[in-house]
T-cell receptor
């Protein structure tokens, strides 16, 4: 079974600085999708960024980018120019093939210091 | 993006009663929906996969008779917590896949907070 591990329960960063959230996963599949979701205090899950495993190029969405290392099974999220609105729980997630189920990591709580 | 709506967003019930939570895809048809449970300060745990017109597929350890899932139409899945007890208090979240969307894209409802007294 696939597993997703986020080793940083909490992270903090100064406003306007850059922060990187770590995620590793375990799978025997060759093709899959990886995601980062944001869950603010409202509890609404918001898709931040997606990476398709067969694409070597790292995904980027404005201030958010990933460092996808397929061989190392690593999928970190970099947030540049951090803003107060970025404060939230961040979940790394893996989409299984076949059943198409999302497997979530434990989450990282990100605090932005003004 | 696509919209998924849950109702109610917050419900309190007495122990022993049943509670129904609805998950609707508002602007697309979802053949598959997913139900998650989230305890405070924890991650989302997949409970079951809801398939339109067929029985739900439950994850290991989830009681089928406790958490009844019905997916009677392409836009509605319901989760009924039967004979609720305080330990069932939690945050329940649904998600739905857009059939024609890019691979793997799921949209989430706002979540429903259940408190059992």
């Amino acid at each position: 079974a696939q597993t997703v591990t986020q080793s940083q329960p909490e992270m903090s960063v100064q406003e306007a600085e850059t922060v990187t959230l770590s995620c590793t996963y375990d799978t025997s599949e060759s093709d899959y999708y990886l995601f980062w979701y944001k869950q603010p205090p409202s509890r609404q899950m918001i898709l931040v960024i997606r990476q398709e495993a067969y694409k070597q190029q790292n995904a980027t969405e404005n201030r958010f980018s990933v460092n996808f290392q397929k061989a190392a099974k690593s999928f970190s999220l970099k947030i540049s120019d951090s803003q107060l609105g970025d404060a939230a729980m961040y979940f790394c997630a893996y989409l299984t093939q076949g059943a198409q189920k999302l497997v979530f990591g434990q989450g990282t709580r990100l605090t932005i210091n003004p | 993006g696509a919209v998924v709506s849950q109702h109610p967003s917050w419900v309190i019930c007495k122990s022993g009663t049943s509670v129904k939570i609805e998950c609707r895809s508002l602007d697309f048809q979802a053949t598959t929906m997913f139900w998650y449970r989230q305890f405070p300060k924890q991650s989302l745990m997949l409970m079951a996969t809801s398939n339109e017109g067929s029985k739900a597929t439950y994850e290991q350890g989830v009681e089928k008779d406790k958490f009844l899932i019905n997916h009677a139409s392409l836009t509605l899945s319901t989760l009924t917590v039967t004979s609720a007890h305080p330990e069932d208090s939690s945050f329940y979240i649904c998600s739905a896949r857009v059939p024609s969307g890019r691979g793997g894209e799921l949209f989430f409802g706002e979540g429903s907070r259940l408190t059992v007294l």
